[in-house]
């Protein structure tokens, strides 16, 4: 290998025989992957140790510079801008719910405790979550109705609460109902970013031109400001502004995919395997490796 490679890597992974670094879980067909290049140890080369997305993007520090990423323009349009805006934004977009760690969950021994939200007593023998206001110990607890709470932090993930695996299986059953009763749509991230985001993705679907470029617009008006000031300094306001660039690779990325998608669709892999061997192009590999090559 000449050059060392670029130090990330994002993809859609092939198979699911990776399971990821961070969260060591699979990485299901075609979801999308980031590897970090790591020198091999088998061969004299490097290799990516493969993560999900999501586990690389909500940790802080990961990735410098778009330039760092190996094979993003091939990516889906949604998925280059949730890269673009983690190197954008210096970290992760949504902070993660910072009271996880601080909460215990257990059946309650006593009926003494009173829920912190409606006020009731918590009786013996029903789940509750406990919070621990910063600072203060074991006496500072504040109890709740395990439903209470997820109504409160509807975006808690119950398994990581301290206690939990000591809870009886129909108890982690009934706390897991709570947590799928919540409605999706107000999980993580700040309020403003996510209705933005809802209505992004709304308007996406009904009026599509429109909102793609109102879009890439919304999302360059910082360095089209700083830029726009450069421009007006060099060149004189003729200059292509970097929206209009942005728009464009939008759109094409966009087509490019729906063609693929498209063409999944239509064909299976064996007739796309047939169509290539016809046209005499190597048909071995996956079925992404296919597509690419279509
Ligand atoms: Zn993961
Ligand atoms: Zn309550």
Redesign the pocket.
């Known amino acids: 290998m000449a050059n060392p490679p670029k130090p990330w890597k994002a993809e859609y992974a092939k198979s699911a025989r990776s399971s990821?670094k961070?969260?060591?879980?699979t990485?299901d067909k075609e979801n999308l992957r980031l590897g970090k290049m790591v020198q091999a140890t088998q061969f004299d080369g490097f290799m990516p140790m493969w993560?999900?997305a999501?586990?690389i993007l909500k940790k802080a520090n990961q990735i410098k510079s778009l330039d760092d990423v190996e094979g993003i323009e091939l990516l889906r349009w949604e998925d280059q801008q949730k890269i673009r805006k983690y190197v954008e934004g210096g970290g992760p977009q949504n902070t993660p719910s910072p009271v996880v760690m601080e909460c215990g969950i257990e059946v309650s021994q006593t009926s003494r405790a009173a829920c912190r939200r409606c006020n009731q007593k918590v009786m013996k023998g029903e789940v509750r979550i406990s919070t621990k206001p910063e600072g203060q110990g074991a006496r500072g607890l504040a109890w709740h109705h395990a439903n209470c709470f997820m109504e409160l932090s509807p975006t808690t993930q119950v398994e990581k609460l301290s206690g939990w695996d000591s809870l009886s299986a129909s108890d982690q059953l009934a706390v897991r109902a709570l947590v799928k009763k919540v409605p999706s749509s107000s999980k993580g991230g700040t309020k403003v970013e996510l209705q933005e985001e809802d209505k992004e993705s709304l308007q996406q679907s009904t009026l599509k031109g429109g909102a793609k470029r109102k879009r890439a617009v919304s999302g360059d008006q910082k360095s089209k400001l700083s830029r726009s000031e450069e421009n007006s300094n060099l060149l004189g306001n003729e200059h292509p502004k970097s929206s209009d660039l942005e728009s464009l690779l939008e759109a094409q990325t966009k087509e490019l995919w729906a063609l693929k998608d498209d063409l999944k669709k239509k064909v299976t892999t064996a007739e796309l395997r047939e169509m290539l061997e016809a046209n005499s192009q190597d048909s071995t590999g996956s079925e992404l490796d296919l597509r690419d090559r279509w």
């Open positions: 990821c961070s969260c060591k879980n990485i993560n999900h999501g586990c």
